[in-house]
């Protein structure tokens, strides 16, 4: 087959062995955590998103998600999980999760496999088993990791020269988030002189896409008028990120956030590729490079946005002998940062003490209730909800006491997760600075909750009487 890399032979004993212990491994990081704050989406505010969504589609609400910052394949991979459910159940959606993630692991070994043999495709599968953004986002119901995969298994079957079903791939993977469209640098890259493949590649890549987020297709003018704004808030930035480093920096600070030295090991990978220049080295440092410049404009840095790297990068540390047996004593440490945020997650949310509290002791009906973002919701109470305050955005006006006390308002709940990071960048936000300086020194606290107390976990969160 044109473009077809090593890794024909079939796996050894030794080498299914070996990467089931990874599969154990990379589970048992995954599962450990997976129900954290449950019933309630407190991994990931995101998880909002897509869970109701998915779960109306099967409750009668049909499968136009009448949304479009994110593609639809993801709801509809979920939607028959949330069939058996009364009501949106994050719990299910997060099996749907780890199975994503673990399927991730899996593709990393075949790419690493196809593209330098049987010690980069173990190399790979461990690297991404306890990559910690990995591991944090396989428990959640969101885009990223299925993403991942799908990019993963893209950029294999390029490597095993079948690229059609590359293309295939590459259209499911922009369906769960459009820039897995990127894909399509390192498959033309895999197919260089095979013209025709290649148009029948991208006709699949389309057809893929259009087949699994239809109304993107047919509804093209809204998708736009979504993906657009998400894209300008993108490069805008986001809340927490205001004083960060130039996006290189910034972006390699998550890579290391998520691999640890392993990411050293992936840059001397990635030196040696770019002397080598095999085909699969050309094919896996297109991808680096065309994702690299897509990730370049963006204001907001989130460790999510690194996910699709971090395969490719775990199988250029396993390049070598030299290499594969530095990474296998460097993947120690992200195991053991993976281990101690699967650790934290066994604890009791802040959040969900401050739900308890209210369900307690605020009688319902007898008061009203002002949410800020990143807490939880109070879906039977008299509640409003904040807006979540960040570059570009204009001032919420409710976040001022006398104007919230003119709506009636009787308590504010604010947790950590918002308020310490617009404190960090006060100057940015100096209304909503004054507004969390006001509430600490005029109203009093009727309920605090901070994480390590009592075996809490999340962010500290106050509830203020007004």
Do not use: C
Not at 185 to 197: E, M, N, Q, S
Not at 265 to 285: E, P, Y
Request: charged share 15%.
């Amino acid at each position: 087959m044109p473009g077809a890399t090593r890794g024909h032979a079939r796996p050894g004993s030794a080498e299914l062995a070996a990467l089931a212990g990874v599969l154990l491994l990379a589970a048992g990081l995954r599962v450990v955590g997976a129900a954290y704050g449950l019933p309630y989406p407190l991994l990931n505010p995101d998880e909002e998103s897509v869970v109701p969504r998915a779960w109306r589609m099967v409750h009668g609400g049909g499968l136009d998600p009448g949304w479009f910052d994110y593609p639809t394949l993801l709801m509809y991979l979920q939607a028959p999980w949330q069939a058996v459910a009364a009501e949106p159940s994050y719990g299910l959606a997060r099996v749907v999760a780890v199975a994503a993630g673990l399927g991730g692991v899996a593709a990393a070994w075949w790419l690493g496999r196809r593209a330098y043999g049987r010690l980069a495709g173990l190399i790979g599968a461990a690297g991404v088993a306890v990559a910690t953004t990995h591991v944090a986002y396989s428990r959640m119901a969101v885009t990223d990791v299925l993403l991942t995969t799908f990019v993963t298994v893209a950029l294999a079957l390029a490597l095993a020269g079948r690229l059609e079903w590359a293309g295939a791939a590459t259209g499911l993977a922009a369906s769960t988030k459009y820039p897995g469209a990127v894909v399509l640098v390192p498959l033309l890259v895999a197919g260089v002189g095979h013209w025709r493949r290649l148009a029948v590649a991208g006709s699949l890549a389309v057809l893929a896409f259009a087949a699994t987020s239809p109304f993107v297709v047919l509804r093209a003018g809204a998708a736009w008028d979504d993906v657009s704004r998400v894209q300008r808030l993108a490069r805008a930035g986001w809340l927490g990120f205001e004083h960060d480093e130039a996006s290189p920096v910034a972006f390699g600070d998550r890579l290391w956030e998520a691999l640890g030295p392993l990411t050293l090991v992936a840059v001397v990978g990635v030196a040696i590729a770019l002397r080598r220049r095999t085909h699969a080295d050309l094919v896996l440092l297109a991808f680096v490079a065309a994702y690299a410049v897509y990730l370049l404009p963006l204001g907001a840095h989130f460790g999510r946005y690194v996910l699709p790297l971090i395969p490719v990068l775990a199988v250029l540390a396993g390049r070598s002998r030299l290499l594969a047996a530095l990474a296998f004593m460097l993947v120690l440490v992200p195991l053991a940062w993976s281990v101690g945020d699967a650790r934290d997650l066994t604890r009791t949310d802040t959040r969900e003490q401050a739900a308890a509290w209210v369900e307690t002791a605020v009688p319902a009906g007898a008061a009203r209730i002002a949410l800020d973002p990143s807490t939880l919701p109070l879906d039977d109470r008299d509640a409003i909800r904040l807006e979540l305050p960040g570059p570009g955005r204009p001032s919420d006006p409710r976040r001022d006491l006398a104007r919230l006390r003119r709506l009636g308002v009787d308590y504010v709940v604010v947790s950590g997760a918002v308020t310490d990071r617009v404190l960090a960048a006060r100057d940015r936000y100096p209304r909503e600075a004054a507004f969390y300086d006001a509430l600490e020194r005029e109203a009093p606290v009727a309920f605090a909750a901070d994480p390590g107390a009592s075996g809490l976990g999340g962010p500290w969160v106050r509830v203020f009487r007004l």
